[in-house]
């Protein structure tokens, strides 16, 4: 089993620009990719922003330009640089890993809220 834990969330003002934190500890050897999901009040988790083990990555186009994911294998993290917020950048942002099966495991972070007031 993997445990993640999500880290640098708060309050800022439209454009400016926060930097998230994922650190994954206990299996992490099975780890073949990690993701930045995003859940804001009355709305679906959604994907924000994906990195494969290599560094593949991938971005929910709202977010393209914006948003620049990046991992550390031998320290097991990963990073979600925020530029440029808004405020419908608003949400508890969530951390997963996934194993060799794509998509979202059943694991999952307790979250860190980003608030961006106008």
């Known amino acids: 089993q993997v445990q993640l834990v999500e880290s640098g969330g708060g309050l800022v003002q439209a454009g400016g620009s926060l930097r998230l934190s994922c650190a994954a500890s206990?299996?992490?050897?099975?780890?073949?990719?990690m993701g930045w999901y995003r859940q804001a009040p009355g709305k679906q988790r959604e994907l924000v922003a994906r990195?494969?083990?290599?560094?593949?990555?991938n971005y929910a186009d709202s977010v393209k330009g914006r948003f620049t994911i990046s991992g550390d294998g031998a320290k097991n993290t990963v990073n979600l640089q925020m530029n440029s917020l808004k405020p419908e950048d608003t949400a508890v942002y969530y951390c997963?890993?996934?194993?060799?099966?794509?998509?979202?495991?059943?694991?999952w972070g307790p979250g860190t809220q980003v608030t961006v007031s106008s």
């Open positions: 206990g299996s992490t050897f099975s780890i073949n990719a």
């Open positions: 990195i494969v083990r290599g560094g593949s990555t």
């Open positions: 997963n890993a996934e194993g060799i099966v794509p998509g979202p495991s059943g694991s």
